[in-house]
């Protein structure tokens, strides 16, 4: 795909910013001390606070804040010292408050920078706009029958962050490297479990239309898209949808659609007499939130090793090449394991093995590398195998696939089934002169000019020793002996 | 600043309060003199002045991460209208 649409009169643009929805790891609620916690009983996690009973104050969560100034370091982005709790109006029923509690003209995050992956091995810088710090609605659940709604307040107040990009963004693909790469550094800072399945990081995407050099054009929002597939899908479809409005003389109406991944299509979500005026004003039972400059910076210190810092690492220490290293760092369980696999090794053998093999092997299982049969020491012992000769690269494919089948060490594989590479050229150079003795046409031939037949000699050679002799031995060999 | 019927019906409608059309005209009169008795305050230079955002000199309270409320379904669900296994039922809020 690229970053134009070809349309019936000429190219068009797509222009597409993301507000992505992060829930916050903490234990209690952001401003009631109601457990987060998911899949439990309807309503059993809920506080007078969170169900908006009359008299009840909110207290701000100390860890939720801590989380949010984290996570706009980690975004590279300016901490605001003073940010203010505003109340945004409307009326639903999994939101008792009438209001949720968020940050409208004061966030608590400003102006930063995610820079994205492409699977050219190219980065790209996504602008960030803001931050900020607000609760969660409860569940609303419409098909347990067909004349009500079933509301769960469980949800209801936990805390998100809602991480809102610049228009940078300009095709599908980089929309969805950008929604992996603010995934893996969430998950890098534990600020945010990513987990899109369960709904803790869910996407609104805006997608307007342009010929390319003008303008923006007005946009659509497409709310709740809930995974990077459906969010490029989603795009591609609405892009589609608008150029052919445009190119049929009509204009576009800013409006919030649905994307319905069944179908594949976006739809209108609400009538438009439903707009929404949100009324925002500040919340008086909260007071404005004052960071210590100084809490700031020790945050700032003891942030770990993000996902770009780590790649350049694997870049200059392991010789690997950019995309690569992107690929191995972004779940950073995979880039630990990674890590282990290569210390002491050669780095660009490791990720081979890594990413080829094991990635390979426990795709096709549905494990993640937590869970992988093979131990990274154990696959560092298979390279160790490799190099000191005791088995061909070859060989070591087969004791691999033993190793997943049944998590044992390659060294008990390698002398158990008798793999141990012949080296000895006493016995090489035995079953090399069988070979030649009982081929004595060809070798006539190879004699004549036709250097294309030693490959046929290779192969019986490893063939009469089940692949057990060592290659460069082989060659070294049938060269001599070949010359005659 | 001057509040028309149409204003009067839109706030109503944002509030979900049901105002009756013979209430409008005088609904409209007494929230533009509210609005304008307020507005005496604009002629306070304030230009200088940071906002008050509170009478007490205090800084926002925070709350250590956890768990402290919650297990507390039947009150929670009290007053509710209906309810069924353990969800508030309200009337279908989608078409």
Redesign the interface.
């Known amino acids: 795909m690229s970053a134009i649409v070809e349309g019936r009169t000429g190219p068009f643009e797509m222009v597409i910013g993301l507000e992505v929805h992060a829930q916050v790891i ?3 609620k952001l401003f ?4 987060t916690a998911f899949g439990a ?9 969170d ?1 908006g009973m009359p008299g009840m104050l909110p ?7 801590e989380q949010a100034v984290k996570t706009g370091l980690a975004l590279n982005a300016q901490i605001n010292l003073v940010s ?1 709790f505003d109340r945004k ?1 409307y ?3 999994d939101l008792p408050l009438g209001y949720q509690i968020s940050q409208f003209t004061k966030p608590i995050v400003g102006k930063g920078i995610v820079t994205i992956d492409l699977p050219d091995g190219s980065t790209k810088d996504i602008g960030i706009t803001r931050l900020h710090l607000e609760m969660d609605a409860g569940k ?3 098909d ?10 469980n949800r209801a107040g936990v805390a998100l962050m809602e991480i809102v990009s610049e228009p940078d963004i300009r095709t599908p693909e980089e929309a969805g490297a950008y929604v992996k790469k603010l995934r893996s550094l969430l998950r890098y800072i534990d600020t945010c479990d990513g987990n899109m399945d369960e709904g803790s990081m869910r996407c609104d995407v805006n997608v307007s239309v342009r010929r390319p050099g003008e303008g923006f054009g007005t946009r659509c929002e497409i709310k709740n898209v809930n995974s990077v597939r459906f969010v490029m899908r989603a795009i591609e479809y609405e892009a589609a949808r608008q150029v052919g409005i445009i190119e049929a003389g009509g204009t576009i109406d800013q409006e919030t659609r649905l994307f319905d991944s069944q179908k594949g299509e976006t739809r209108p979500m609400r009538s438009k007499e439903e707009a929404h ?1 949100y ?1 925002y004003f ?1 919340d008086p039972d ?5 960071l210590d400059p100084a809490w700031v910076a020790r945050i700032k210190a003891a942030l770990p090793e993000l996902p770009d810092a780590r790649k350049e690492r694997f870049v200059r220490d392991f010789g690997l090449s950019p995309y690569d290293a992107s690929v191995l760092v972004a779940e950073k369980e995979n880039a630990a394991f990674f890590e282990t696999v290569a210390k002491g090794r050669d780095g660009k053998m490791a990720a081979n093995w890594v990413m080829t093999e094991l990635f390979g092997a426990l795709n096709k299982k549905g494990l993640d590398v937590t869970r992988s049969p093979v131990k990274a020491e154990a696959l560092g012992g298979l390279i160790d195998r490799i190099k000191d000769n005791t088995i061909s690269g070859r060989i070591a494919k087969e004791v691999f696939e033993i190793m997943v089948e049944t998590g044992r060490d390659a060294d008990a594989i390698i002398e158990e089934k008798g793999l141990r590479q012949v080296t000895d050229t006493g016995a090489i150079e035995a079953e090399v002169d069988k070979v030649i003795a009982a081929n004595a046409d060809k070798v006539a031939q190879i004699r004549a000019g036709k250097e294309a037949l030693k490959g046929w000699f290779v192969g019986q050679v490893m063939k009469a020793t089940q692949g057990k002799a060592n290659p460069a031995a082989v060659n070294q060999i049938l060269d001599k002996k070949l010359k005659g | 600043m001057a509040i028309d019927r149409a204003t009067v019906l ?1 706030i109503a409608r ?1 509030a ?1 309060i049901e105002v009756r059309p013979e209430e409008c005209d005088h609904l409209a009169k007494e929230i533009s003199g509210i609005l304008a008795w307020v507005e005496q305050l604009g002629e306070v230079d304030t230009r200088n002045v940071e906002p008050m ?2 009478v007490v000199a ?16 039947d ?3 009290a007053n509710a209208p ?1 309810v ?11 078409e």
């Open positions: 903490s234990k209690a009631s001390g109601a457990s009983e309807p309503n059993t996690q809920v506080s007078f606070i169900a207290v701000i969560n100390g860890l939720c804040v203010v109006n009326f639903y029923p609303s659940i419409h347990i029958r067909p004349d009500a709604t079933h509301v769960d307040l005026d009324r500040p909260l007071l404005p939130l004052r | 839109k944002l979900r955002t509170s205090m800084e926002l309270p925070r709350r250590a991460d956890e768990v402290t409320d919650g297990n507390i379904r009150a929670i669900l209906e069924e296994g353990g969800f508030f039922v309200v009337p279908k809020v989608v």
